[in-house]
């Protein structure tokens, strides 16, 4: 009996495992674990991910939703009285394909226990409907954050800068790619007994679990899941956010001109490599954007950004006669170098911008810029 309930775990965890891992492509899974079923993997998640009581979620009248993307939709409820995030995914079908999507985010974040990552609180599953329960962050994202009119001193500033690098060096310590991040994936709360505000790392479903060794992980037609959205320069898929890409990424990225299934399909494949520096080039914007309130290539269409990285045409770095502000500016220079070996860890600039605050709060320095245009489409 012993026996058998030790290969029943063992099964699960071995399933667990394999999705954590898992790439964008399913096959590999597939060769990896034959036989598997959507049911399996249901089975794997409730064995090794906390499972809430889905009677317990509750809202007062309709739930509000705060987020939406084309598969999932986000809304504030109540968990045993306290609000919560709550992600949720239609599965339908409920194929395999769609099961291991939703099963490698939740395992992701059940590794991550960290102040500055969303807090994950575990999932409800009732085939079809899949949900991911996450704390409640009371200033939405970044972005919403940095559009609206409020005026943020300069050490609130490099504390939005700490408190983001925090999360990802503890996710990359965890060896967790996080592949996607940017201000939007990015949430702020307000502490209200330290009146400070706390940012906090979100969204893992484009994350991938490296290995002991950090090798490289290949990007394998990058064009799979591209989806046109309302901003030609936001289009999230295999690899990211077009506009937050590294230029390892888009050196790989053949981009038609428009992007109908049969343009992508025409589209050469090819194959290239990249380690967890994409994450920190991408935090260089996140950085720019917390200095100048603006938008990365605001306007400009996909192949235009694609085009303008590739010639070294990055967002305009300002400069500013006090010495604490051009440090700051020299350390999104260095997340933007182009050899990805170059750039620093996530562990060196937290370490730079825990000195830079420090300083900030000993001294005052003025430094305004005007927000994020209200109605500017993200």
């Not at 026996?3 to 590999?28: E, H, M, P, T, V």
């Not at 992701?108 to 575990?122: A, E, M, Q, R, W």
Request: one cysteine or more; proline letters at 6%; glycine letters at 4%.
């Amino acid at each position: 009996t012993l026996l058998a309930d030790s290969q029943f775990w063992r099964k699960w965890r071995n399933i667990g495992d394999r999705i954590k891992g898992l790439g964008r492509r399913k096959d590999s899974f597939l060769d990896q674990m034959p036989g598997v079923n959507a049911e399996d993997i249901r089975l794997a998640l409730i064995a090794q991910v906390p499972h809430l009581d889905f009677t317990q979620l509750s809202s007062d009248g309709e739930p509000i939703v705060f987020a939406e993307g084309s598969t999932s939709k986000i809304f504030r409820m109540q968990y045993r009285g306290k609000h919560v995030a709550v992600k949720s995914c239609d599965l339908h079908p409920y194929t395999l394909e769609a099961v291991l999507d939703f099963s490698k985010e939740a395992f992701l974040y059940s590794h991550l226990d960290h102040p500055n990552i969303v807090k994950f609180h575990g999932v409800c599953i009732r085939p079809p409907d899949f949900f991911i329960i996450c704390e409640y962050c009371s200033h939405k994202s970044l972005l919403h954050v940095l559009k609206s009119n409020v005026n943020f001193d300069w050490p609130t500033r490099i504390k939005f800068a700490l408190d983001a690098a925090r999360g990802m060096m503890f996710a990359h310590e965890q060896k967790i790619m996080h592949r996607d991040l940017k201000t939007m994936n990015l949430l702020v709360h307000y502490n209200e007994p330290t009146r400070e505000y706390v940012v906090k790392v979100c969204d893992f479903g484009s994350s991938r679990l490296l290995g002991d060794d950090f090798q490289d992980v290949a990007i394998e037609d990058p064009h799979h899941s591209m989806q046109e959205t309302n901003d030609e320069s936001m289009m999230t898929g295999v690899v990211g956010t077009i506009a937050y890409m590294a230029p390892e990424l888009l050196e790989s990225l053949e981009t038609p001109s428009s992007f109908s299934a049969a343009d992508v399909k025409r589209t050469q494949r090819k194959l290239s490599y990249y380690t967890n520096a994409v994450d920190v080039f991408s935090f260089g914007y996140v950085m720019w954007e917390i200095l100048t309130r603006k938008l990365p290539y605001d306007g400009m269409k996909v192949e235009q950004i694609r085009q303008a990285v590739m010639q070294k045409d990055l967002p305009p770095l300002p400069r500013h006669p006090d010495r604490q502000v051009q440090r700051y500016v020299s350390l999104i220079e260095m997340c933007w170098e182009y050899n990805p070996n170059e750039r620093p860890s996530f562990s060196e600039l937290v370490e730079e911008l825990e000195s830079m605050l420090k300083k900030a709060k000993a001294r005052s320095v003025v430094y305004h810029t005007p927000p994020l245009r209200p109605n500017t489409v993200y």
